[in-house]
């Protein structure tokens, strides 16, 4: 079945400094759709940026990420870490393949950005 | 912005105790899921439905039963709650119609202790 690979369980970062979390996926389907969604503390999840393009950069509220389908690979990045940044990401990856509208989550990436 | 509300907000049970989590979306969205959050895990998905009547079996069912009884509102049901069952859950709501619209829309969560 479908998989999401967050290698990261935990990054720090100072405040100021660039991110990059990685996001590797594996699916039979050839065509797959992936999400970036961001949690913050006492809040519901929310879609952060998403795509189905290959090689094609998608940004949203500073942040962006390439669907890149030769590596499996939606690594999100952000030039300069915020306080605020501090939240779990999650990447995840539709079952388009079946129609369900089923998400794939990977296990999350808690981004800790200090001052 | 799409809604979606559970209740309650927390739920503390015995073990073998009788559990039942509520959600309801107000967006005429078709496709409903349960998801629970657990650190190292992820989201995983519990049940879903894609309309009133409709079950279909997530990735980790075991323990739990759903039912959807409208198209608005989606129970998960725990009859015979074990500690193992301690988590935070999620509800989640989506038009999965096409690619445009695949975004879930969560709910700010259940926490539930099972001691």
């Known amino acids: 079945g479908d998989s999401v690979t967050q290698t990261e369980g935990l990054v720090t970062l100072t405040e100021g400094l660039p991110v990059m979390l990685n996001c590797t996926y594996q699916?039979?389907?050839?065509?797959?759709?992936l999400f970036w969604y961001v949690h913050y503390l006492n809040e519901s999840p929310r879609l952060l940026l998403k795509s189905s393009t290959d090689n094609k950069r998608t940004e949203h509220q500073g942040f962006h990420a390439t669907l890149h389908k030769s590596s499996s690979s939606f690594h999100l990045q952000k030039s300069s870490a915020q306080l605020s940044d501090s939240a779990l990401y999650y990447c995840a990856l539709s079952d388009r393949g079946t129609n369900t509208g089923k998400l794939t989550f990977g296990d999350g990436t808690v981004l800790t950005v200090k001052p | 912005e799409a809604a979606v509300t559970q209740s309650p907000r927390n739920k503390v049970t015995v073990t073998g105790g009788n559990v039942t989590l509520s959600c309801r979306q107000t967006n005429s969205h078709n496709y409903m899921y349960w998801y629970r959050q657990d650190t190292g895990h992820g989201l995983r998905l519990i049940h879903y439905?894609?309309?009133?009547?409709?079950?279909q079996i997530g990735d980790v069912p075991d323990g739990y039963k759903a039912t959807r009884t409208t198209q608005e509102d989606f129970f998960l049901l725990l009859e015979l709650a074990s500690p193992s069952q301690t988590s935070l859950y999620f509800c989640?709501?989506?038009?999965?119609?096409?690619?445009?619209?695949?975004?879930?829309?969560f709910g700010h969560g259940t926490k539930l202790s099972v001691l």
């Open positions: 439905s894609y309309g009133a009547g409709n079950l």
């Open positions: 989640a709501s989506s038009d999965a119609g096409g690619a445009a619209n695949e975004r879930l829309f």
């Open positions: 699916t039979i389907y050839s065509n797959p759709f």
